[in-house]
């Protein structure tokens, strides 16, 4: 079955420390994002990305990197720059050119010690 | 202003009762709209597209009022099951498709 997986579901950090949160889709979508969900919060995007090698900084990108090497990955680094990196990350995808449904993993959260 | 704002709730209804929800948005260009349903601690799920013609899927019915930049998720018959975030999501185009989300409506069913 075609969807997105994200890895780890959930990750402990220290303060300090990078980490790097994983997203692969087999949807053969162009276009794949990045958001973080706060409680209380809609989702705010990090990053977003329309085509390989390529990518682009959203609402909240201080403190994430990401890279987008092959078409199915997606990955996004928490930097320790990020000042209250604890949240729920989602990684979505879409064809580009195509404004109908963004399909999601089933999230990554991450909690800072 | 926010650019999609939504009653974050909860609406706390019996079973077998009828809801609404509102969701307005400030972008007139906006393009695409849709109902995500969000249960607790999960990813959002598609609910349904909403169309200009208004849409309904079930028990559920969705519309749509450009003039009034507004949306609707009218839920009937409602089951427990039903209890979620209810997520408006509305898409603007800048050189890129960018989806904008509200922050949610929590809908509690109640037995």
């Known amino acids: 079955d075609g969807g997105i997986t994200q890895s780890p579901k959930y990750l402990f950090r220290k303060e300090g420390q990078n980490v790097t949160l994983s997203c692969e889709q087999n949807l053969n979508h162009d276009a794949m994002y990045w958001y973080r969900q706060d409680p209380g919060q809609g989702l705010r995007l990090i990053y977003y990305?329309?085509?390989?090698?390529?990518?682009q900084k959203g609402d909240i990108a201080e403190g994430y990197s990401v890279s987008r090497e092959k078409k199915e990955s997606f990955p996004l680094t928490v930097t320790s720059a990020q000042k209250n990196p604890t949240a729920f990350y989602l990684c979505a995808s879409t064809k580009t050119g195509y404004t109908g449904e963004l399909f999601f993993g089933e999230g990554s959260r991450l909690t800072v010690l | 202003r926010k650019e999609v704002e939504q009653d974050p709730g909860p609406f706390n209804v019996p079973e077998g009762a009828t809801v609404a929800f509102n969701c307005t948005y400030s972008?007139?260009?906006?393009?695409?709209f849709f109902w995500y349903r969000q249960d607790c601690r999960k990813e959002p799920k598609l609910l349904m597209s909403v169309y200009s013609s208004g849409n309904e899927d079930g028990r559920f019915t969705a519309q749509l009022n450009r003039a009034s930049q507004y949306i609707s998720l009218l839920i009937r018959d409602s089951k427990l099951s039903d209890s979620a975030t209810y997520l408006c999501?509305?898409?603007?185009?800048?050189?890129?498709?960018?989806?904008?989300f509200g922050t949610g409506t929590r809908l509690k069913v109640l037995a």
């Open positions: 990305s329309q085509i390989v090698n390529d990518f």
């Open positions: 972008n007139s260009a906006s393009q695409s």
């Open positions: 999501v509305v898409t603007t185009t800048s050189g890129t498709y960018k989806y904008i």
